[in-house]
């Protein structure tokens, strides 16, 4: 289409009522407005979707249009004719805005809620040509932008909208593909569309996009790797209870905590917790404290208190997941934690040699 093509931006796209065509393509294959062409037959101009040709009606009674010399009305007229202006639209700026998209993933189950929010903004691209072609309908022309090696298909739906149908088709050819869906509220003039080609519009939205599918992938892939991480400290929290309610019950004089876990696991204690003697743990000094740590089972710390502030004890009572006669009940990283706070090291007795 002849960039040189005039059309104000105050132009209607449609008089009296919607389904009314005051655009046409003469035998150049320009679009013409109904006011820039001869009357009557003389014209020269055809329908944008049919081909058949059409008469100017120019009367001083009506709104001047465009009507099919056989008297019948094409259903895809309107469509055709937007088609054709978003090309010469397009082609004249010289660019167009794609719609964002948003690509986020979420992953339901026993675990909880999973989500990888991703959101792709508007972005501006600079087409190297723009042309007409019906890849997807046969009397509806869609709009072929291309970048390079890719293409990007625009389609504008006045009555049908590209369903589900249609995506096999666009997977076949590879190109990504753009709606520009005005079932509902289609612009009255040029400068609307022109608004609607160049502006994020709601009404603008991704039909089909293989690097969309691509970053879904690897979404639900990362999203997958954190359930699992997570369904596992959740298995893991399940079992430090258990261990926790067990030793309880062991510290009390009941001897059913012995029961297997699940995964056939079991654990023993010594007969009372005041039977566990210095030498069974790890020491741990700072300036004002002297603790003991005890490794048990499922990744537990149960840590005794040989000296140290009122505080710490609070501390390790908060942090605890049970508490013991005479001792705390900890996960690990929360006992590391811990120890990090409050500066205490391992207390390794020397054994006379060199330092």
């Given at each position: 289409?002849?960039?040189?093509?005039?059309?104000?931006?105050?132009?209607?796209?449609?008089?009296?009522?919607?389904?009314?065509?005051?655009?046409?393509v003469?035998?150049?294959?320009?679009?013409?407005?109904?006011?820039?062409?001869?009357?009557?037959?003389?014209?020269?101009?055809?329908c944008?979707?049919?081909?058949?040709?059409?008469?100017?009606?120019?009367?001083?009674?009506?709104?001047?249009?465009?009507?099919?010399?056989?008297?019948?009305?094409?259903?895809w007229?309107?469509?055709?004719?937007?088609?054709?202006?978003?090309?010469?639209?397009?082609?004249?700026?010289?660019?167009?805005?794609?719609?964002?998209?948003?690509?986020?993933?979420?992953r339901?189950g026993?675990?909880?809620?999973?989500?990888?929010?991703?959101?792709?903004?508007?972005?501006?691209?600079?087409?190297a040509?723009?042309?007409?072609?019906?890849?997807?309908?046969?009397?509806?022309?869609?709009?072929i932008?291309?970048?390079?090696?890719r293409?990007?298909?625009?389609?504008?739906?006045?009555?049908?909208?590209?369903?589900?149908?249609?995506?096999?088709?666009?997977?076949?050819?590879?190109?990504?593909?753009?709606?520009?869906?005005?079932?509902?509220?289609?612009?009255?003039?040029?400068g609307?569309?022109?608004?609607?080609?160049?502006?994020?519009?709601?009404?603008?939205?991704?039909?089909?996009?293989?690097?969309?599918?691509?970053?879904?992938?690897?979404?639900?892939?990362?999203?997958?790797?954190?359930?699992?991480?997570?369904?596992?400290?959740?298995?893991?929290?399940?079992?430090?209870?258990?261990?926790?309610?067990?030793?309880?019950?062991?510290?009390?004089?009941?001897?059913s905590?012995?029961?297997?876990?699940?995964?056939?696991?079991?654990?023993?204690?010594?007969?009372?917790?005041?039977?566990?003697?210095?030498?069974?743990?790890?020491?741990?000094?700072?300036?004002?404290?002297?603790?003991?740590?005890?490794?048990?089972?499922?990744?537990?710390?149960?840590?005794?208190?040989?000296?140290?502030?009122?505080?710490?004890?609070?501390?390790?009572?908060?942090?605890?997941?049970?508490?013991?006669?005479?001792?705390?009940?900890?996960?690990?990283?929360?006992?590391?934690?811990?120890?990090?706070?409050?500066?205490?090291?391992?207390?390794?007795?020397?054994?006379?040699?060199?330092?």
């Open positions: 289409m002849r960039k040189s093509l005039a059309i104000s931006p105050s132009t209607a796209l449609h008089v009296a009522s919607p389904s009314t065509l005051t655009f046409a003469d035998a150049s294959g320009v679009l013409r407005h109904v006011d820039a062409v001869a009357n009557g037959k003389a014209c020269g101009c055809v944008p979707a049919c081909k058949e040709p059409v008469i100017a009606r120019q009367g001083a009674l009506r709104s001047h249009s465009f009507a099919h010399d056989s008297g019948a009305e094409c259903r007229a309107q469509e055709a004719v937007l088609h054709h202006l978003a090309q010469h639209l397009i082609a004249a700026r010289g660019e167009f805005l794609l719609p964002g998209a948003d690509l986020s993933v979420k339901f026993t675990a909880g809620l999973i989500h990888e929010p991703y959101t792709l903004g508007p972005q501006m691209i600079r087409p040509e723009v042309r007409l072609e019906p890849l997807l309908f046969l009397q509806r022309p869609n709009v932008l291309t970048l390079g090696e293409h990007l298909i625009v389609a504008i739906a006045l009555t049908h909208k590209v369903g589900p149908s249609k995506l096999p088709r666009l997977k076949e050819l590879g190109h990504a593909a753009i709606q520009i869906n005005l079932t509902c509220d289609r612009p009255t003039s040029v609307a569309l022109a608004a609607l080609l160049f502006g994020d519009d709601p009404r603008k939205t991704w039909v089909y996009n293989a690097k969309h599918d691509a970053l879904r992938a690897n979404l639900m892939q990362r999203c997958e790797t954190r359930y699992q991480a997570m369904a596992q400290a959740e298995m893991e929290a399940r079992s430090l209870t258990q261990l926790a309610v067990s030793m309880s019950r062991v510290a009390s004089g009941d001897r905590s012995s029961q297997p876990f699940a995964g056939g696991t079991r654990f023993s204690l010594p007969e009372s917790p005041a039977q566990a003697n210095e030498s069974q743990g790890l020491r741990y000094k700072s300036r004002s404290a002297v603790l003991v740590a005890y490794p048990v089972a499922y990744g537990a710390i149960r840590v005794s208190v040989l000296g140290g502030p009122v505080s710490m004890r609070r501390e390790l009572e908060r942090e605890s997941i049970a508490l013991l006669p005479d001792s705390y009940l900890l996960a690990k990283p929360a006992w590391y934690s811990f120890t990090r706070r409050h500066g205490l090291r391992l207390d390794v007795p020397w054994d006379g040699g060199l330092p």
